[in-house]
């Protein structure tokens, strides 16, 4: 596939796109999406609504309408336009009365800009341009301009449209729309069916060229809108128009601050706002740029990728999870899986820290739901939703997939088996801790996480007497399409971790905060036995070896199993819409795996030789769908770790491209699944960093093993390491490591396993 059939590339920060086909338009909606954490605006044209999947998603607004899906609801759209030029409406679809004659995203300030042309009026143009503000969340401020107005009548209807487009809804219901002409401003107040939540969507808009000569109010049953004709100044209509959204989740009074944003806004213009929406920009990718230098396509699919794993971050918050598709549309639910901590963390761990706490944090306060979902289940402590929103209960339904051949529904079991969430969230936490140095979260908020996962873990593991070891039985790994096996190694490995830094970080507490760990233990009503269990079972769980030929078992059994391909059970689909996994696809009784499995085990922990690394790569990789977008940024790293660099290259062609060339399906057993595949976005900054320069961590600090392909000369990212700041460049043959000038003490660090010290405003660099 070639990027061309896409997009093309304007620079370094900028995509365009040369007509958009409607089979596009659901993931041109997503990856032109303006957003703030907070919001995500799908890149759509003004003129589209629900049709071509127009859609504003809010956080911390989940619903369940159809008793089924628990989901993020999408506001009503304040930008909605229906532009009439002597009666003749403009840019509707399908008639497509216009020719986009630019459309461009700059993904350095998450800018959505396009011009477009009328074919039946002559030279009528319209330029657009809107932006996701950082420095106020709840607002999206537009830039609408028609020029080479020929003495036309113009009417524009501009308001707030109710009717969204919703995977599994409608959520809104009871609206209410007003116009107060005195500050002209519109509002519409909803609220989510189920839960209940408030919502108000306001519009503030004025004219800077042409005059109002007539307006007249509309109000629809789920929208209010303005009629309004237009004279053109000097050929020319330019209007302001702010959306600002606020649900009773953020405000007690949602609409007051609505209405307050929406005069302030109106006061501000739109050049400042974009201004100091910038300015947050610019702060942000001191810390998070990756400069790639050699390949501008590859210089600006990172920084898409890095654009998105920033939006899809709730920032702002403790409360609130990173959605597996973050907020580019509803499905996976605007939700939590394990790829918050294991793929979209690390570019936060060691860029922006506090974000990288709040996320942590939303895990701390979603304690009670993990604990409960353990109790439901006849387990002890904290068993994480396998899919985890606002409270942390289980949003996983039991039924995800369907036989698309009979049509029945799939029993998944990925709510109740697919246990490694929890020692995933403790590894963050371990994570956190080495990064930042931030001893006093792990004491206030991540030992309970790590306690309560360790307690699961305890109650959730088996003795087996015969073998006197422990075992995890009936599970699935990150490999999905093999429910119910035993000892998956990834979980096994990743469970003894999770207990041996609960135990660690028990004892140092014991030792040095002997009264914030006895507060603790009265709170959980943690008992000594528990920790010698803890330590008994970390010493005795079952661990698959390396074989003879040096190769680990991904689960029990699993050599046993049907070799083959992917391509091979391709040829035995019946419909290329079947589900491939549990409990009769085509890969359950073969060795095809979904995604990286024993792979990333070795991208999480560096215990195994090269050798093993190596037969094991070699082994999996053929035998790998990559049907999840998880997958290929996991082999990029092990790849690169080999040395291989052209083969990490390889695979991060196929991981930065996902969305923008639409590579994973959007439909799988008949479900959506479509949108932003946020944690591909995440891996991609895994892949320069822990990939490409090889950079680990453990308590010895930092270590870097550099590699780089062929196509970048050099490669410059950023570290904000223990709350110092530094500065890496890899070239062909070249490591440089710069300290910042205001850094307070020397790093020490290695290089191919050579020690380095660093001091403050220093540079240390190395030939290899
Ligand atoms: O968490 C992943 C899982 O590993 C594969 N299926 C999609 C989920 C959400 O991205």
Redesign the pocket.
């Known amino acids: 596939m070639n990027y061309e059939d896409f997009f093309s590339i304007k620079d370094d920060w900028n995509l365009q796109i040369e007509g958009l086909k409607e089979e596009q338009f659901v993931h041109y909606g997503s990856n032109l999406l303006c957003g703030n954490g907070y919001l995500g605006y799908r890149g759509t044209l003004d003129e589209w609504d629900k049709e071509q999947y127009q859609a504003c998603v809010i956080t911390d607004t989940y619903d369940l309408a159809d008793g089924k899906w628990k989901e993020l609801s999408n506001s009503p759209n304040a930008l909605t336009t229906e532009l009439r030029v002597d009666g003749q409406k403009f840019g509707d679809y399908p008639e497509q009365d216009q020719m986009i004659t630019e459309l461009n995203f700059n993904y350095k300030y998450g800018i959505f800009r396009r011009k477009s042309k009328s074919k039946t009026v002559n030279d009528l143009e319209i330029v657009s341009e809107r932006f996701a503000s950082y420095d106020n969340l709840h607002l999206i401020a537009n830039n609408y301009q028609i020029s080479k107005i020929k003495k036309k009548k113009i009417e524009l209807k501009l308001g707030i449209n109710g009717d969204v487009w919703d995977l599994n809804g409608p959520h809104l219901e009871n609206f209410k729309g007003e116009y107060d002409s005195q500050k002209n401003i519109l509002y519409l107040k909803a609220n989510t069916v189920e839960s209940k939540i408030p919502l108000v969507t306001a519009l503030s808009f004025k004219l800077i060229k042409g005059k109002i000569k007539n307006l007249k109010v509309e109000n629809e049953k789920k929208s209010i809108y303005l009629l309004l004709n237009i004279e053109a100044e000097a050929e020319k209509i330019e209007l302001e128009r702010n959306m600002i959204v606020y649900s009773g989740n953020d405000r007690e009074n949602p609409l007051s601050s609505a209405i307050k944003d929406a005069e302030l806004t109106l006061e501000l213009g739109y050049q400042k706002l974009k201004e100091k929406h910038q300015a947050v920009w610019d702060e942000k990718w001191k810390l998070m740029d990756i400069e790639i230098k050699g390949n501008l396509l590859d210089q600006l699919a990172v920084r898409f990728n890095l654009y998105h794993n920033i939006i899809a971050a709730p920032a702002h918050s403790e409360h609130l999870p990173i959605g597996?598709r973050g907020l580019s549309c509803q499905a996976?639910q605007g939700a939590a899986?394990?790829?918050q901590e294991i793929f979209n963390l690390p570019m936060f761990l060691f860029t922006e820290t506090e974000t990288a706490k709040n996320i942590l944090k939303y895990r701390y306060h979603t304690l009670n739901g993990a604990r409960k979902k353990a109790k439901d289940l006849g387990y002890e402590g904290a068993f994480y939703a396998w899919i985890s929103g606002k409270s942390g209960k289980e949003l996983c339904p039991s039924f995800f997939f369907k036989d698309v051949i009979s049509g029945r529904k799939i029993r998944n079991h990925f709510n109740d088996w697919q246990i490694h969430v929890s020692p995933d969230i403790s590894y963050a936490i371990w994570n956190y801790y080495l990064a930042s140095g931030d001893l006093d979260f792990v004491i206030n908020y991540g030992a309970e996480i790590l306690f309560e996962v360790a307690r699961f873990l305890h109650s959730r593991i088996h003795f087996n007497q015969y073998k006197d070891q422990y075992e995890i039985i009936r599970l699935l790994g990150?490999d999905?399409y093999h429910e119910n096996v035993d000892n998956n190694a990834f979980t096994n490995y990743q469970s003894q971790f999770a207990l041996k830094k609960a135990i660690y970080f028990y004892y140092k507490m014991e030792n040095e905060y002997p009264e914030k760990l006895q507060q603790l233990i009265e709170k959980i009503q943690l008992s000594e036995s528990e920790v010698t269990a803890w330590q008994e079972i970390s010493e005795k769980i079952y661990l698959p070896q390396p074989d003879q030929n040096n190769l680990i078992e991904q689960f029990d059994d699993y050599f046993d199993l049907e070799d083959t391909t992917a391509e091979v059970l391709e040829n035995r689909l019946i419909d290329q819409e079947e589900y491939w996994g549990w409990p009769n696809g085509v890969a359950v009784f073969t060795q095809v795996i979904?995604?990286a499995d024993i792979i990333q085990l070795f991208t999480l922990h560096d215990i195994f030789s090269e050798e093993v690394l190596t037969a094991n790569y070699d082994y999996y990789e053929p035998r790998t769908q990559h049907g999840?977008?998880?997958s290929p940024s996991q082999y990029a790293v092990v790849a690169a770790r080999l040395g291989r660099a052209e083969e990490c290259y390889d695979y991060f062609k196929k991981s930065a491209f996902i969305d923008l060339m639409s590579t994973n399906k959007a439909v799988s057993g008949g479900t959506f699944?479509g949108g932003i595949?946020t944690?591909a976005a995440g891996g991609i900054w895994q892949l320069i960093v822990n990939g490409f320069a090889g950079m680990k961590i453990d308590k010895r600090g930092l270590s870097f093993k550099p590699v780089l392909c062929q196509d970048w000369k050099e490669v410059n990212f950023n570290l904000n390491y223990q709350d110092k700041k530094f500065k890496a460049v890899l070239g062909q043959n070249s490591f440089k490591l710069t300290a910042a000038v205001e850094n307070n003490e020397i790093l020490k660090f290695s290089v191919f396993e050579k020690e380095y010290t660093l001091k403050p405003g220093k540079e240390v660099k190395i030939k290899f």
């Open positions: 597996a996976y899986f394990w790829d990150p999905e979904k995604q999840s977008s998880l699944i595949h944690a």
